[in-house]
């Protein structure tokens, strides 16, 4: 599967910004999907997954009551919407795809090319 991300910005704290994911080759149904993010000088870090049907969800605590991860089968999308946005929100975001859920970079084989979002305070 093909992984392609979009939406990120620049932003004020505070503010909002919705991150898009399109998937193209396979159907997105078949696969956990999850938002890595990666700081400025920092590791990349999960940020949300969600199941194949949508059911299950599971955040960092970084984000959680903040962000929320989305999806839709139908047309093979998957969303993080985000809100409350911090300058330490700073980071360029992957969406990525594995067979199993998990939170660790290990699952997922497929992986966007990352889109930024900056923070401004």
């Given at each position: ?15 909002s910004l ?5 998937a193209?080759g396979?159907t ?5 999907m ?6 400025p ?9 969600i199941s194949?049907?949508?059911?299950s ?11 929320t ?24 975001y992957?969406c ?6 998990g ?19």
């Open positions: 599967v093909q992984l392609q991300a979009s939406g990120g910005g620049l932003v004020q704290a505070g503010g919705r991150l898009s994911c399109a193209s396979r997105l149904s078949r696969y956990v999850a938002w890595f993010r990666q700081a000088g920092k590791e990349r870090e999960f940020a949300a997954v194949r049907s949508g059911n969800v599971d955040y960092a605590d970084s984000v959680k009551g903040r962000f991860i989305s999806r839709d089968n139908a047309k093979n999308t998957v969303s993080l919407q985000m809100a409350t946005l911090k300058p330490e929100d700073t980071a360029v992957y990525a795809a594995a067979l199993f859920y939170t660790v970079e290990p699952y997922y084989g497929y992986w966007g090319q990352g889109t930024q979002v900056t923070v401004s305070s």
